[in-house]
């Protein structure tokens, strides 16, 4: 679990908050007003002084997200694009209008991987991830088991299993949230010395109140700062 690196886990920290609270689940997305598509790209960050900094080139490993939402502010499926061709697609499964699950689709259209919601109350959700053996036959991977507060995850507890005589991994992830419910800051620790701290500014806004730069940076390492770039569609 790379949080620095991998923005599908920010993508994952929000389907979470949002299957586990009838909240509005664009709410979870860090917005401020519902959306009917969200284009994020990462940059690298080129620092100008102390307090400024501009967009740069594309981050080297990084891909192009689209996530998408009904008229009713609900997620419906995260669309990733690396040099211009879709990549990977994960697509929800509801139960009872809320989120249960859902299936993720590489390039050719086949499934990769699925995962489903074991529990999801207000207050706790079980992620259990599974990738599909030769044999079509579902293999535990990982869990994540998360706690919620007003609707948001601010602690995960995730369990890497290993498939050879090797120790399973635990990975723990504290998650802030600033005044206007924006993500603040992530801190996740895990075996052989992983501690990552992660802290998120945001740089700049559209009409709608939605932000449009955020600068993601490590204190201690300034020179992997990165700007995120988001674009809207509007209903």
């Known amino acids: ?55 740069g080139a594309f981050a080297p490993y990084s891909a192009e997200t ?6 009713a502010g609900n997620y419906v499926r995260t669309e990733i694009f690396r040099d211009g061709r879709l990549s990977e697609r994960t697509e929800t499964i509801r139960a009872g209008g809320k989120i249960s699950g859902w299936v993720i689709y590489g390039e050719d ?31 535990l991977v990982s869990t994540i088991f998360s706690r919620l507060r007003k609707g948001r995850a601010y602690f995960s507890e995730q369990t890497l299993f290993s498939s050879s005589e090797e120790e399973d991994k635990r990975y723990v992830t504290a998650l802030e949230y600033g ?16 501690d990552v701290e992660i802290s998120f500014e945001y740089l700049a806004f559209d009409e709608a109140g939605n932000w449009t730069q955020r600068l993601d940076f490590n204190k201690e390492q300034t ?8 674009s809207y569609e509007y209903y």
């Open 1 to 55: 679990m790379r949080v620095q690196k991998c923005p599908i886990y920010f993508v994952l920290c929000c389907l979470l908050s949002c299957a586990g609270e009838s909240v509005e689940e664009w709410r979870t997305f860090d917005l401020l007003s519902p959306v009917k598509t969200i284009i994020e790209q990462r940059h690298q960050a080129e620092r100008l002084s102390d307090t400024e900094w501009e967009i």
């Open 179 to 194: 005044p206007n419910g924006l993500l603040k800051g992530v801190k996740s620790t895990g075996p052989n010395n992983y």
């Open 223 to 230: 020179s992997n700062a990165e700007i995120v770039v988001r």
């Open 109 to 139: 259209g086949t499934i990769n991987s699925e995962a489903e919601l074991t529990k999801n109350t207000r207050k706790e959700t079980i992620l259990n991830n599974y990738e599909l053996a030769e044999s079509g036959d579902k293999v």
């Open 66 to 71: 689209h996530l998408f939402f009904d008229e």
